[in-house]
């Protein structure tokens, strides 16, 4: 049986595990052997500024073919790099042709959101399940999430003015198995009807948009939306009921304690929880503060990690009344930041005092 006579598949099996100069070789030297090795080539692709190799665009956007054999495409583009008109012309062009994406990273300029338009050819990205962008959030992200019924992970770097927020609006329909959100928090309310599980949040989180987060509030409603999807149609009510936020990171300018009490109540399920805080202290916070919130953490059963700007805490089993450690419960201890015991005998005394090797060490646990 001639080697060319083999089946697509088994001439893919076999050419998947040749270095990339091999394959190119066989693309060139057999017809046969082109479509196999074409789908290997182009089944990955990541280009750069970095790497010089921003043109391979050109070459996807005049071969339709290719640009269709692409699963997971990335483009990192640098702002000093000179791109023209025409190059996101291209991208656009290659996208609409890279329907059986499964993961797409675009790090381009903010203002380029237009290459995620549908234009004159209806595109949808049934596979697609991770889109991560540094586009500007608006119509036309929109209209491009409305094509990806299947994403899971959805990453988004630019914040996002409250005008705009307001402006904009996620038809309830869009993006129905989301689990994983990195990006402004902000856009919360607009994605708050979805399964999701892990949440990333980047600017403040305020202490309204706390309510976003509760598996209740996030019942799916019906939302006949702002934005039309011009490229398909989404059935009504198809979204996944929401569940627990599992894991969450988020930044706010409110009291910390204040804010992760909201974030127990809201989400009683959290396995994971990073605060940072910008919030203006006058005064070093005392004892009853970190106590506030060791308390608030003993009511989320199921957290095992926990961060509070930079410093993490550490859980152990609680003591009983008895003395025997309760496996089943757990405390919260902070990090050493305020010394327990100090020599007040140094404090009163201002005159140089020669510490001995027991005065030299304070008890910086409680």
């Given at each position: 049986m001639s080697f060319t006579a083999l089946p697509p598949e088994l001439l893919d099996d076999i050419f998947h595990s040749l270095p990339t100069s091999s394959l190119l070789a066989l693309a060139t030297t057999c017809s046969s052997?082109?479509?196999s090795a074409d789908r290997i080539l182009y089944r990955h692709i990541a280009l750069s500024s970095h790497t010089h190799n921003l043109n391979a665009v050109h070459t996807l956007?005049?071969?339709?073919?290719?640009?269709?054999?692409?699963?997971?495409?990335?483009?990192?583009?640098?702002?000093?790099?000179?791109?023209t008109a025409d190059f996101y012309v291209a991208l656009q062009r290659a996208l609409r042709h890279m329907e059986g994406l499964t993961s797409l990273e675009l790090n381009v300029g903010i203002n380029e959101s237009?290459?995620?338009?549908?234009?004159?050819?209806?595109?949808?990205?049934?596979?697609?399940?991770?889109f991560s962008t540094?586009?500007?959030?608006?119509?036309?992200?929109?209209?491009?999430?409305?094509?990806?019924?299947s994403l899971l992970s959805l990453q988004l770097s630019s914040s996002v003015s409250p005008s705009d927020v307001a402006a904009l609006e996620i038809p309830t329909e869009a993006i129905p198995e989301l689990e994983s959100y990195t990006g402004p928090a902000s856009l919360l309310r607009?994605?708050?009807?979805?399964?999701?599980?892990?949440?990333?949040?980047?600017?403040?989180?305020?202490?309204?948009?706390v309510q976003y987060l509760s598996s209740a509030a996030r019942a799916p409603s019906s939302s006949a939306g702002t934005v039309a999807s011009c490229c398909m149609t989404i059935p009504d009510g198809c979204a996944r009921p929401p569940t627990d936020v599992q894991v969450l990171s988020a930044i706010t300018s409110a009291s910390p304690a204040v804010m992760i009490e909201a974030l127990a109540e809201a989400c009683p399920h959290l396995t994971c929880l990073r605060v940072m805080t910008t919030c203006a202290?006058?005064?070093?916070?005392?004892?009853?503060f970190y106590n506030r919130i060791a308390?608030?953490?003993?009511?989320?059963?199921?957290?095992?990690?926990?961060?509070?700007?930079g410093m993490h805490w550490e859980s152990r089993p609680k003591s009983s009344v008895t003395g025997i450690l309760d496996v089943s419960e757990k405390e919260w201890v902070s990090p050493p930041v305020t010394p327990r015991v100090v020599d007040v005998e140094f404090q009163e005394n201002q005159r140089e005092h020669e510490f001995s090797v027991n005065e030299a060490f304070l008890d910086w646990s409680y």
């Open positions: 052997f082109t479509p956007a005049s071969h339709p073919a290719l640009s269709s054999l692409v699963r997971t495409f990335t483009l990192d583009v640098d702002d000093a790099d000179p791109t237009w290459v995620l338009k549908c234009g004159d050819r209806e595109s949808a990205y049934p596979s697609l399940q991770h540094s586009v500007i959030f608006d119509v036309n992200t929109i209209s491009f999430l409305l094509r990806t019924p607009h994605l708050s009807p979805r399964p999701l599980t892990t949440l990333l949040l980047s600017d403040d989180l305020a202490i309204d948009d202290f006058w005064e070093a916070p005392d004892l009853s308390q608030t953490l003993s009511t989320l059963p199921s957290l095992t990690a926990f961060e509070l700007s």
